[in-house]
T-cell receptor, first 114, second 114 residues
Framework: DAGVIQSPRHEVTEMGQEVTLRCKPISGHNSLFWYRQTMMRGLELLIYFNNNVPIDDSGMPEDRFSAKMPNASFSTLKIQPSEPRDSAVYFC????????????FGPGTRLTVL | KQEVTQIPAALSVPEGENLVLNCSFTDSAIYNLQWFRQDPGKGLTSLLLIQSSQREQTSGRLNASLDKSSGRSTLYIAASQPGDSATYLCAVEGWDNAGNMLTFGGGTRLMVKP
């Protein structure tokens, strides 16, 4: 397996634009996680899906952020409209069954909002 | 509110040394604790997961311990190698009124010199 795949690896956009980050979890994994990493706040869990259903979205910062998982092999994290303070590295991770299992992380998407 | 602290923030050692990374957390009511490794420009790699009922986990040259009552965990790396150079993060999973949560420490940046 190729591991968790994220795209794009780098995204530069202007304030107010819509940004969509994509993730393909490891095949057969039932849980998917979106994280955000910044210098100020470190690594934060944004949302957790289990069997394509959002279980815990308490980490989503505000309504500008939304995440979907239409099927077991694909998830998106969307920011609309984007703001400069959204600049960060966004990681996607997956685990075999639940959040208590070992999580495998993708390479991340570095987002810069000008 | 759970707080996770990692000491030291940075560590530089010569190759071959045994070393210990420390992680402390304020709320002992946790499900599990996990150690991750992060390489520059890459995603996180899960190293060891310790359930709250366990006291330690071992994988190769790595050994992680958990003392839930004192709110501490250590990651022991034996016979360090330059390839061990990375940032090491610990994360605890617990819960609060909002539901389950995953809280990360700030990380320890390790440099192993040849």
């Amino acid at each position: 397996d190729a591991g968790v795949i994220q795209s794009p690896r780098h995204e530069v956009t202007e304030m107010g634009q819509e940004v969509t980050l994509r993730c393909k979890p490891i095949s057969g994994h039932n849980s998917l996680f979106w994280y955000r990493q910044t210098m100020m706040r470190g690594l934060e869990l944004l949302i957790y899906f289990n069997n394509n259903v959002p279980i815990d979205d308490s980490g989503m910062p505000e309504d500008r952020f939304s995440a979907k998982m239409p099927n077991a092999s694909f998830s998106t994290l969307k920011i609309q409209p984007s703001e400069p303070r959204d600049s960060a590295v966004y990681f996607c991770a997956s685990s075999l069954v639940s959040r208590t299992d070992t999580q495998y992380f993708g390479p991340g998407t570095r987002l810069t909002v000008l | 509110k759970q707080e996770v602290t990692q000491i030291p923030a940075a560590l530089s050692v010569p190759e071959g040394e045994n070393l210990v990374l420390n992680c402390s957390f304020t709320d002992s009511a946790i499900y599990n604790l996990q150690w991750f490794r992060q390489d520059p420009g890459k995603g996180l790699t899960s190293l060891l997961l310790i359930q709250s009922s366990q006291r330690e986990q071992t994988s190769g040259r790595l050994n992680a311990s958990l003392d839930k009552s004192s709110g501490r965990s250590t990651l022991y790396i034996a016979a360090s190698q330059p390839g061990d150079s990375a940032t090491y993060l610990c994360a605890v999973e617990g819960w609060d009124n909002a539901g389950n949560m995953l809280t990360f420490g700030g990380g320890t940046r390790l440099m192993v010199k040849p």
